[in-house]
């Protein structure tokens, strides 16, 4: 609908009634729904009033269980009882140091490791897309209807394959997906909103598998992250695995089988939440073959062999802070986030690096999806009070490409606000030299070898010049969700080639295509009645306006391009009121490829500015 | 959406000037983001959304291109049609080459020292010596307008700026 772009910002064309969107927290260990209602966010619970759902998914032989009922399989059927499957998106099995921790069975696949279960060999995203699947179903239950618009969160700390797993994941799941949220930052403006708080704040998150620290700068309503940084590897997890070994070495425990593991596991992380209210824990367990475990721990020892762990988040605070240029009394306030910060010696090392208590008075399991279903609400167009505020992200990592010797040329710094372009020249290094490969990497280090391949590919058909003389344009875009496009173009013959960086293993558009038909195959009747009702209005929009354009730039389109203009919105009105909505689609994509060109001579002519506080349908009067 | 055809200047609404209010800068741009950024066109069209990206991206990139000090002063001489660095003419004056290369040999051995105080020392230095090289041009171009005269203050500033940046580099290596 290239010519709804005079609409005013922030408004759309017609008037709507309220969406349905939903913020999702999709967490290594639990995860939430929660929606914007009279003007509050809220978390949608379940039926027993339980706000979280274990991000579990358990393949079992009678289908799918997610949440507390696969919870309850996790030590009688490990291998098919998948939980933390977020320290597995978008990573191979090489990446995965600690692939034994793990009882499953993985199969190594390129690029994205794969888990062998009862139902199958299943990626991580199949996997969370059942999680995403289960919490859209709350969300649809407790809506009264399909969800219109969702926002899914992220770690800042996330790349792009990482960030692309979990679109993935959401489109899998039928989710349809407004923007990808980085989590420090959705408890920023859970946290901001909340509070009318101005100044520099920094959101320290220790969820369960990641760790991020995101300094932002809150002023008059603009969120600006000023630098990100993390570790998205380190979570509660890792405390839990802690406490797993010193169980094992203080009870004299020969390596455990799968069950016993994932027993013991348990035990661990119930030790570990006792220990934030208490100060000693006992560890009671029954291993498979009768052997009794029975062990005391204190405060005092936990901190300890936790001491490394706690000290390890502190590296990329101290590297967020040098990179936003800023000291730590220069920060107001640190917000806590993630069920891990709860732990009292997480607390306390973060109260004395900063010199002050952290605010805690948002839950830490909540903040995350609350601030989502805020961002999701304002950008379904539902319209609050106090919602004029804006939100600018950045890249966690930096982007760049391989040269020769196998080093890093950065083409976009760690840190640049989103959505960002920027473009580079690169030339020929042979004489003759007809095709040019293109590595996209992510990561800081200057060897190749050290950073996360995003992607390869070839811009061909170069045509044979001296070595140097060819000159080769390479764009890198970033969008607002991170996630980039990478474009290379031979600047004297016009010769292209473009890539979305999809990571190697990723599934391809043909595959969700056909993933999305197979869950949709028993699609009710209504919801197509809701596909035809919405296209039915999109068409009469675009008509509508076309019609207003040409009544008042007419004189812009030529006298050819009139006919084709009129032909397709004769087809497009004529078609309006049929049943076919994706005949009615098709007809709306024709008028807006015949209208292209001549909404961009509008553009051209700056209409835009001319036409300041006026809207299409105003001017159609 | 905004005029691809203005510069960095223009776009914000502000004086093309060395001398600069970064308030002014930080005030327009985030009015401007308010404007363009693609949370305001979410549910709009692809073709809407696109448009959006861009503009916000360009707006970014202007706001990048004139907060930092080295970069505005590149920049403003670029809109005279002077380019302060090109490939074929690198010249720098002797005496500020050999000093700095003499930074970049003492910068180096204190890395290897591990040497925190040396290091942040260096980097003082480099930024004392900015923040005079910068009140230079504050006179050569917006009092004298003499961009070309300019050229090589600008080009030392770029010189020494890249130096700061690789000696912070190294503080951040050794605090890690």
Redesign the interface.
């Known amino acids: 609908m290239a010519l709804f772009q005079i609409s005013e910002p922030g408004e759309s064309p017609a008037p709507h009634q309220r969406k349905r969107a939903i913020g999702i927290d999709l967490g290594t260990t639990n995860s939430l729904v929660a929606t914007v209602r009279n003007g509050l966010a809220v978390v949608l619970p379940d039926d027993e009033g339980r706000p979280l759902v274990p991000s579990i998914v358990r393949y079992g032989e009678h289908g799918v269980e997610t949440g507390y009922a696969a919870m309850a399989h996790q030590t009688d059927d490990p291998q098919n009882t998948i939980v933390s499957v977020k320290r597995l998106m978008g990573r191979g099995l090489a990446d995965l140091a600690d692939a034994r921790r793990f009882p499953y069975r993985f199969v190594d696949s390129p690029g994205m490791v794969k888990l062998d279960t009862r139902t199958g060999v299943k990626s991580p995203v199949e996997i969370s897309a059942d999680l995403l699947r289960a919490l859209r179903e709350r969300a649809v239950d407790s809506l009264g209807g399909e969800v219109d618009g969702a926002v899914v969160t992220v770690p800042a700390y996330f790349d792009d394959a990482q960030r692309q797993a979990t679109k993935d994941a959401a489109r899998l799941a039928g989710l349809p997906i407004l923007r990808l949220l980085n989590e420090p930052t959705a408890a920023a403006i859970a946290y901001g909103l909340d509070n009318a708080s101005e100044g520099v704040y920094a959101v320290f998150d220790l969820g369960g598998g990641t760790f991020d620290i995101s300094i932002l700068r809150l002023s008059r309503g603009v969120f600006e992250v000023l630098a990100t940084n993390g570790d998205s590897a380190l979570g509660g997890d890792d405390f839990d695995h802690r406490l797993f070994c010193w169980i094992i070495e203080a009870a004299k425990l020969s390596p455990p089988s799968p069950s016993d593991a994932r027993l013991l596991l348990v035990k661990a992380r119930e030790a570990k939440e006792n220990l934030s209210e208490h100060d000693s824990a006992t560890i009671v367990a029954t291993l498979a073959a009768g052997q009794p475990v029975n062990l005391t721990l204190t405060k005092a020892t936990y901190t300890e062999i936790t001491g490394n762990l706690v000290s390890k988040t502190l590296q990329p605070v101290r590297r967020a802070l040098r990179d936003a240029q800023l000291q730590p009394t220069d920060v107001k306030g640190v917000v806590l986030v993630g069920g891990a910060t709860r732990m009292p010696q997480v607390r306390r090392a973060v109260a004395e690096f900063f010199g002050q208590p952290p605010l805690t008075n948002l839950n830490p399991d909540e903040v995350v999806a609350l601030g989502a279903a805020v961002q999701a609400n304002k950008l379904a167009g539902n319209r609050e009070r106090d919602d004029d505020w804006l939100l600018l992200d950045v890249i966690p990592l930096s982007l760049g490409l391989e040269t020769m010797g196998g080093l890093t040329e950065k083409i976009i710094p760690r840190n640049s606000t989103i959505p960002v372009a920027r473009a580079q020249e690169f030339t020929t290094y042979k004489d003759g030299q007809t095709a040019m490969a293109i590595h996209v990497v992510q990561g800081e280090r200057e060897k190749v070898s050290d950073c996360r391949s995003l992607a390869r590919f070839e811009l061909r058909g170069i045509p044979p010049m001296v070595a140097g003389a060819a000159r080769i344009q390479v764009t890198f875009q970033v969008d607002a969700d991170g996630l980039l496009d990478v474009a290379a173009r031979e600047q004297e013959t016009g010769i292209e080639a473009t890539i979305t960086v999809k990571p190697s293993y990723g599934l391809s558009d043909g595959e969700i295509a056909k993933m999305l038909a197979d869950s949709f195959a028993h699609a009710s009747d209504d919801m197509q009645a809701r596909a035809l009702a919405e296209a039915q209005v999109e068409a009469d929009q675009i008509a509508t306006a076309t019609e207003a354009a040409l009544a008042v730039d007419g004189e812009l389109v030529g006298d050819d391009e009139r006919v084709v203009i009129d032909s397709a919105l004769t087809q497009l009105r004529r078609m309006q009121d049929g049943t076919d909505h994706l005949a009615l689609r098709a007809a709306v994509e024709a008028l807006n490829h015949a209208t292209g060109d001549f909404a961009a001579r509008r553009m051209d002519r700056n209409v835009s500015r001319a036409l300041t506080g006026k809207r299409v349908d105003a001017l159609s009067s | 959406?905004i005029?691809f055809s203005r510069n960095y200047f223009d776009l914000f609404g502000l004086a093309a000037s060395f001398r600069f209010d970064l308030a002014a800068l930080d005030c327009a741009y985030?009015q401007l983001?308010?404007?363009?950024?693609?949370?305001?066109?979410?549910?709009?069209?692809d073709?809407?959304k696109r448009?959006a990206?861009?503009s916000?991206?360009?707006v970014?990139?202007a706001?990048?291109a004139l907060k930092d000090p080295v970069q505005r002063a590149q920049y403003l001489l670029r809109l005279h049609g002077i380019e302060a660095i090109s490939e074929t003419d690198t010249a720098l004056p002797l005496a500020f080459l050999e000093r700095q290369l003499e930074r970049r040999e003492q910068a180096a051995d204190a890395q290897a020292a591990g040497d925190i105080p040396g290091l942040t020392a260096l980097l003082a230095d480099a930024r004392a010596e900015s923040a005079a090289l910068e009140h230079m041009l504050g006179q050569l171009l917006d009092g004298e307008k003499a961009y070309a005269a300019a050229r090589m203050q600008v080009r030392e500033l770029t010189f020494l700026a890249k130096l700061a940046d690789d000696i912070?580099a190294m503080?951040?290596a050794i605090?890690?």
Do not use: I, K, T, W
């Open positions: 959406m005029d985030r983001q308010s404007d363009v950024h693609p949370d305001r066109f979410a549910g709009d069209s073709a809407a448009l990206q861009q916000s991206a360009r970014n990139e706001y990048v912070d503080l951040a605090d890690s």
